[in-house]
């Protein structure tokens, strides 16, 4: 029989727990919460002066930022202080994408989500992913993860905190088609019994499957909209209440500055850079 390791509880800094009691408030709110994913402080400022009242980060973003791929390429500190300069930059909660935790084990989790917290985020999306396109951690391993997530939150001083879990069922095509519904319903199951407060999707984008599984689940869910798949609005009256974009913004962006710079280079033009904020409504998203 194991012994868990007691952790003084931490004072919680006031500005964290409003955050913290602001995003469960919006969670649990008539409308599906929208969350734009941010990258780095820059982009949330500014979607945050686009009235985002969440901000979420997204992991490929940040580490596209860092100069790494997708897929925990960055180790837990650079993860965390990346956090904390977002949640620095914006007056309105941060949910943070931590990938698998930054190790295997539940301690390794553990770890994570009280830095993470100290940074002052006050959600966490955790996946169940062992690794980039499968194989996924077995229910009971993902539920031990998810159970230290929840009180390392609580030894942190935010039991609040929102735990999103994760699961890659559909996303990265685990077993056979027809038996993915049950084996997300069992995840939900088990993640929810485990102090999860929420179940993202991502990869189903199918109306009627998210229907059914927002009927089905314990867990509210959330889903990722994607270009050419269904509209926020679309996916809303399907059930779902919690949409984010993923990387798909750090995209644009990227796709946006690629296009300026070919055509600069190639043709000498400018017209990429047409309908763009000038300098100052730039720069008057910070902090002087």
Not at 38 to 62: F, H, K, L, N
Not at 148 to 156: I, L
Not at 259 to 267: I, P
Request: hydrophobic share 45%; aromatic share 4%.
């Amino acid at each position: 029989m194991t012994t868990r390791i007691q952790h003084p509880v931490a004072p919680t800094a006031p500005r964290t727990l409003d955050r913290a009691r602001r995003l469960r408030a919006l969670a649990a709110g008539p409308a599906a919460l929208i969350l734009p994913n941010a990258w780095d402080a820059g982009s949330a400022a500014v979607i945050a002066g686009a009235g985002a009242e969440v901000i979420a980060t997204t992991s490929g973003g940040v580490s596209w930022s860092a100069g790494r791929g997708d897929g925990q390429r960055l180790d837990r500190q650079e993860m965390v202080d990346a956090i904390r300069r977002v949640v620095a930059a914006v007056d309105v909660p941060v949910t943070a994408d931590i990938e698998g935790g930054y190790g295997p084990a539940p301690d390794a989790v553990a770890e994570t989500v009280r830095a993470v917290v100290e940074a002052g985020a006050v959600g966490v999306n955790l996946e169940d992913s062992a690794a980039v396109g499968g194989p996924l951690f077995g229910i009971e391993e993902q539920a031990a993860r998810l159970r230290a997530a929840r009180q390392a939150a609580a030894d942190a001083g935010l039991p609040e905190l929102f735990l999103n879990a994760r699961t890659d069922v559909h996303l990265f095509g685990i077993g056979a088609p027809a038996d993915r519904p049950e084996e997300t319903l069992r995840r939900a199951e088990a993640y929810a019994e485990a102090g999860a407060d929420g179940l993202f999707v991502p990869g189903l984008l199918d109306l009627d499957a998210l229907r059914e599984l927002c009927a089905r689940s314990p867990l509210p869910v959330n889903a990722m909209a994607v270009p050419g798949g269904p509209t926020a609005t679309e996916l809303a009256a399907a059930g779902v209440r919690r949409i984010s974009l993923g990387a798909a913004l750090a995209q644009a962006a990227y796709t946006a500055a690629h296009r300026a710079a070919t055509e600069l280079l190639t043709t000498g033009g400018l017209t990429a850079l047409d309908g763009t904020f000038d300098f100052p409504t730039v720069n008057a998203h910070f902090t002087p």
